[in-house]
């Protein structure tokens, strides 16, 4: 005869550092899984009371005191439910990523993160020691096993957990969201459950941390590989999870709600308004401010964050020099009398010429060139970080991961602002993101958000005469898959090459790559939804002689450190 056990999974977004606060979500997640979901089991996210990732922050003994005074404060508060959170434990060998059972007001089990990931935008080695044994506490009359994160990908933590008797497996996660991570993830709990026939629970971290995003997702698998349950991505909630134990002790999940895994294109859609979102709330923005061009990256820039904090806390402002075409005004004014938000036009000719003026002792007998194009976007840079300064709202960038690698923007110009959300997007993606967002609005019955013409014409700096952005780089769909390879892949120009792109071609983008690292340092954090992006991911040094261009290249093929956008 089966028993049930019923598991509660806390998928919440919280606040890194703000470990009294986290605390008191532990409590009230966990008093309300008790009396309103009958739970006798409820399991949060790896972390849970600092919030992940702290980072430099666990070096602070304060924190340490508070993480150790609010997890005596829920041991004391929180009865008649078995808690499973994570925490940083302090012990005389140094700090562990820690996961605890409190149960009616004892510290049933402790347990040390034993695979510590150190690649990527994880550096948990900086900070932590891995643990060397399984966990293995019993929960009403269940064998459970505790692991975090990254032990879930190692044969070796499961096959452990298993040989110490458990019969179920709790893997509390802070599992940050990149294009096609959902898959993999389900693709290694299939594989641990295939190798130790045991059922797994999995808890993931909702919401923004800087440029990470967590895009929940957990889950309960079968022994068998079947997914049971799986919670809808990017909305936090309490999700419970029935489990049926047998006489001879084997735990099945009872299938439940399984979320629909979305559509790419909706995946890092949502994902860019949840990290824009809480990056403005959590740093206590009251709205934001984005330079409205007429363009596509500005666009749809100003739908995401529209999306993500509503249309009154959104400010455009349209900034017109003598080359911005009268289309470019029109379709910005549409949009932004589309979207409902305030909106004001702030000709940039009569600084932009006052500058000429100032300059033009120091210009004389030079010819015009990328610095008049740059002046204009440090015109229109300063007046936004003006309006910032005043009215406390944050600048939102708008430039994307193609211009951002090869130095295709202006610092202190549209490289000025807080937040960067299109950073990691590359010019092709956004296209199909404003496409998918006009989508969307049409089948609500709303009008298209981004105006179709904005969409379809050729994209343009309009820093000077005709200009299109071709004139300075390759065609976007060879452009960005040369990126992909080069700096997503780590693909060798000869390999590149041998993909079937032109050599020049390779050898210019690759030099533009290399060369403007010095501005991807000084650039505003943003979205990471690749493999690599542009900050924690990717860490290359300004100053290098290694050449990683096609064999025969020239250092001299590029004279212009800065490519003006």
Same mark, same amino acid.
């Given at each position: 005869?089966?028993?049930?056990?019923?598991?509660? %999974?806390? #998928? +919440?977004?919280?606040?890194?550092?703000?470990?009294? *606060?986290? /605390?008191?979500?532990?409590?009230?997640?966990?008093?309300?899984?008790?009396?309103?979901?009958?739970?006798?089991?409820?399991?949060?996210?790896?972390?849970?009371?600092?919030?992940?990732?702290?980072?430099?922050?666990?070096?602070?003994? /304060?924190?340490?005191?508070?993480?150790?005074? &609010?997890?005596?404060?829920?041991?004391?508060?929180?009865?008649?439910?078995?808690?499973?959170?994570?925490?940083? #434990?302090?012990?005389?060998?140094?700090?562990?990523?820690?996961?605890?059972? +409190?149960?009616?007001?004892?510290?049933?089990? +402790?347990?040390?993160?034993?695979?510590?990931?150190?690649?990527?935008?994880?550096?948990?080695?900086?900070?932590?020691?891995?643990?060397?044994?399984?966990? @293995?506490?019993? %929960?009403? =009359?269940?064998?459970?096993?505790?692991?975090?994160?990254?032990?879930?990908?190692?044969?070796?933590?499961?096959?452990?957990?298993?040989?110490?008797?458990?019969?179920?497996?709790?893997?509390?996660?802070?599992?940050?969201?990149?294009?096609?991570?959902?898959? #993999?993830?389900?693709?290694?709990?299939?594989?641990?459950?295939?190798?130790?026939?045991?059922?797994?629970?999995?808890?993931?971290?909702?919401?923004?941390?800087?440029?990470? @995003?967590?895009?929940? !997702?957990?889950?309960?698998?079968?022994?068998?590989?079947?997914?049971?349950?799986?919670?809808?991505?990017?909305?936090?909630? +309490?999700?419970?999870?029935?489990?049926?134990?047998?006489?001879?002790? *084997?735990?099945?999940?009872?299938?439940?709600?399984?979320? &629909?895994?979305?559509?790419?294109?909706?995946?890092?859609?949502?994902?860019?308004?949840?990290?824009?979102?809480?990056?403005?709330?959590?740093?206590?923005?009251?709205?934001?401010? %984005?330079?409205?061009?007429?363009?596509?990256?500005?666009?749809?820039?100003?739908?995401?964050?529209?999306?993500?904090?509503?249309?009154?806390?959104? !400010?455009?402002?349209?900034?017109?020099?003598?080359?911005?075409?009268?289309?470019?005004?029109?379709?910005?004014?549409?949009?932004?009398?589309?979207?409902?938000?305030?909106?004001?036009?702030?000709?940039? !000719?009569?600084?932009?010429?006052?500058?000429?003026?100032?300059?033009?002792?120091?210009?004389? =007998?030079?010819?015009?060139?990328?610095?008049?194009?740059?002046?204009?976007?440090?015109?229109?840079?300063?007046?936004?970080?003006?309006?910032?300064?005043?009215?406390?709202?944050?600048?939102?960038?708008? /430039?994307?991961?193609?211009?951002?690698?090869? =130095?295709?923007?202006?610092?202190?110009?549209?490289?000025?602002?807080?937040?960067?959300?299109?950073?990691?997007?590359?010019?092709?993606?956004?296209?199909?993101?404003?496409?998918?967002?006009?989508?969307?609005?049409?089948?609500?019955?709303?009008?298209?958000?981004?105006?179709?013409?904005?969409?379809?014409?050729?994209?343009?700096?309009?820093?000077?005469?005709?200009?299109?952005?071709?004139?300075?780089?390759?065609?976007?769909?060879?452009?960005? *898959?040369?990126?992909?390879?080069?700096?997503?892949?780590?693909?060798?120009?000869?390999?590149?090459?041998?993909?079937?792109?032109?050599?020049?071609?390779?050898?210019?983008?690759?030099?533009? &790559?290399?060369?403007?690292?010095?501005?991807?340092?000084?650039?505003?954090?943003?979205?990471?939804?690749?493999?690599?992006?542009?900050?924690?991911?990717?860490?290359?040094?300004?100053?290098?002689?290694?050449?990683?261009?096609?064999?025969? =290249?020239?250092?001299?093929?590029?004279?212009?450190?800065?490519?003006?956008?």
């Amino acid at each position: 005869m089966s028993s049930p056990m019923r598991i509660v %999974i806390a #998928q +919440l977004n919280l606040l890194v550092g703000d470990v009294a *606060a986290n /605390g008191r979500q532990v409590v009230e997640a966990a008093l309300r899984a008790r009396d309103e979901h009958r739970a006798q089991v409820i399991v949060f996210p790896e972390l849970t009371l600092t919030g992940y990732p702290p980072e430099d922050l666990l070096l602070r003994p /304060g924190l340490l005191n508070d993480v150790e005074r &609010v997890l005596d404060d829920i041991r004391q508060q929180v009865s008649g439910i078995a808690v499973v959170l994570g925490f940083p #434990q302090r012990t005389e060998a140094g700090l562990m990523n820690a996961a605890a059972v +409190l149960q009616d007001g004892k510290m049933r089990a +402790l347990y040390g993160k034993q695979h510590l990931p150190n690649y990527g935008v994880f550096d948990e080695k900086r900070y932590f020691i891995a643990g060397d044994s399984p966990c @293995v506490v019993n %929960i009403l =009359g269940v064998p459970v096993a505790l692991t975090i994160c990254e032990d879930i990908w190692f044969a070796d933590t499961v096959q452990a957990a298993r040989q110490a008797g458990a019969r179920l497996i709790l893997n509390l996660n802070a599992s940050p969201f990149h294009r096609s991570k959902s898959r #993999q993830r389900e693709q290694e709990l299939q594989q641990r459950t295939a190798e130790s026939g045991l059922p797994i629970v999995y808890v993931n971290l909702v919401g923004g941390q800087d440029e990470l @995003v967590f895009d929940g !997702e957990s889950l309960a698998m079968a022994a068998d590989g079947s997914v049971c349950f799986r919670a809808p991505a990017f909305e936090q909630g +309490l999700y419970p999870v029935e489990m049926n134990v047998a006489a001879d002790g *084997a735990v099945t999940p009872v299938p439940g709600s399984v979320a &629909v895994p979305l559509a790419e294109t909706e995946n890092i859609y949502r994902a860019l308004v949840l990290g824009l979102r809480d990056y403005i709330e959590k740093n206590g923005f009251p709205g934001a401010i %984005i330079g409205l061009s007429g363009g596509i990256d500005s666009a749809l820039t100003l739908a995401i964050t529209v999306d993500a904090i509503g249309a009154q806390r959104v !400010e455009a402002v349209m900034m017109p020099t003598r080359y911005t075409l009268d289309m470019s005004q029109d379709d910005a004014a549409a949009q932004a009398e589309s979207l409902g938000i305030e909106y004001h036009v702030l000709p940039v !000719e009569p600084v932009f010429t006052a500058f000429l003026d100032t300059l033009a002792e120091e210009f004389a =007998g030079l010819p015009v060139d990328t610095a008049e194009e740059n002046i204009q976007a440090r015109c229109r840079g300063t007046l936004l970080m003006a309006i910032s300064n005043k009215k406390h709202k944050v600048v939102i960038t708008t /430039g994307n991961k193609s211009e951002m690698s090869v =130095g295709y923007a202006t610092l202190y110009g549209d490289m000025a602002g807080g937040f960067a959300v299109l950073k990691d997007v590359p010019k092709t993606l956004a296209y199909r993101l404003a496409e998918y967002r006009n989508q969307v609005a049409m089948e609500t019955g709303q009008p298209p958000v981004i105006p179709q013409r904005v969409i379809d014409r050729p994209p343009s700096a309009e820093l000077a005469e005709d200009q299109q952005d071709t004139d300075s780089l390759p065609p976007y769909e060879i452009l960005d *898959a040369i990126l992909e390879m080069y700096i997503e892949q780590d693909r060798c120009a000869e390999d590149i090459v041998t993909a079937g792109y032109d050599t020049d071609t390779v050898r210019r983008v690759i030099t533009l &790559v290399n060369r403007n690292e010095y501005k991807r340092r000084q650039a505003p954090p943003g979205v990471r939804i690749s493999q690599r992006a542009f900050g924690r991911d990717r860490r290359y040094p300004i100053t290098s002689g290694y050449d990683q261009r096609v064999a025969g =290249g020239q250092n001299s093929e590029q004279k212009k450190p800065e490519i003006s956008k």
